[in-house]
């Protein structure tokens, strides 16, 4: 049984470019919820998307935008990209209940803007 | 807004010492407490949960307790290893589970 993957594992971009990163979910799970990391701090809440809508959204402009696709699976998207854009972004899948629903994260993306 | 506070930032111990690290959160309808070891290079890995109609879970050498009154809930790992250091990060969740992470707490087990 597969976890949750992503890809690619590393991406070098340079400032005012768009970036797309991609996630697989664990078998069986519906939800998917992005997260950003900086270098040293802990994850912060994108967005999460249940049934191919954005569920809920965290405190990230427009620029940072996604899908999800029938099978489960989820794009990132990140427009017009800054320096400070740069971070590990993590895919999380759960089975989405809506009641505490426990996540499980991908390996994450690393994201660098030159 | 919500806020959460992990303690210690940094815990360095002796193996086969205990490891205690506390979380502190500000949103009374946080009503899932989840803890994530990140070892380096690699994304969260879930390593114990607890939800709010139960005050205390345990997994082994792992074990979270949970005080909603007090809006704080702990990790505790007993005889520690060295293959336990990494980073603990404490996620309490609310309404389909939106984590809010703390800061982490950096583990070092010292042979």
């Known amino acids: 049984d597969a976890g949750v993957t992503q890809s690619p594992t590393h991406l070098i971009k340079t400032r005012g470019q768009q970036v797309t990163l991609r996630c697989s979910p664990k078998?069986?799970?519906?939800?998917v919820s992005w997260y950003q990391q900086a270098l040293g701090q802990g994850p912060q809440f994108i967005f999460q998307?249940?049934?191919?809508?954005?569920?809920q959204r965290g405190n990230f402009p427009d620029r940072f935008s996604g899908h999800q696709f029938p099978n489960y699976s989820s794009e990132l998207n990140v427009n017009a990209l800054l320096l400070g854009d740069s971070a590990l972004y993590l895919c999380a899948s759960s089975l989405g209940t809506g009641l505490a629903d426990t996540q499980y994260f991908g390996p994450g993306t690393r994201l660098t803007v030159l | 807004g919500e806020n959460v506070e992990q303690h210690p930032s940094t815990l360095s111990v002796q193996e086969g010492d205990s490891a205690v690290i506390k979380c502190t959160y500000s949103?009374?309808?946080?009503?899932?407490f989840p803890w994530y070891k990140q070892e380096l290079g690699k994304g969260p890995q879930l390593i114990i949960d607890i939800r709010s109609n139960v005050g205390e879970k345990k997994d082994q050498r792992i074990a979270v307790t949970l005080n909603k009154t007090a809006k704080h809930f702990s990790l505790h790992i007993t005889e520690t290893q060295p293959e336990d250091s990494a980073v603990y990060f404490c996620a309490p969740g609310g309404g389909y589970n939106k984590l809010i992470f703390g800061a982490g707490t950096r583990l070092a087990v010292h042979p």
């Open positions: 998307y249940y049934e191919e809508e954005e569920r």
């Open positions: 949103d009374s309808a946080s009503n899932y």
């Open positions: 078998s069986g799970h519906d939800t």
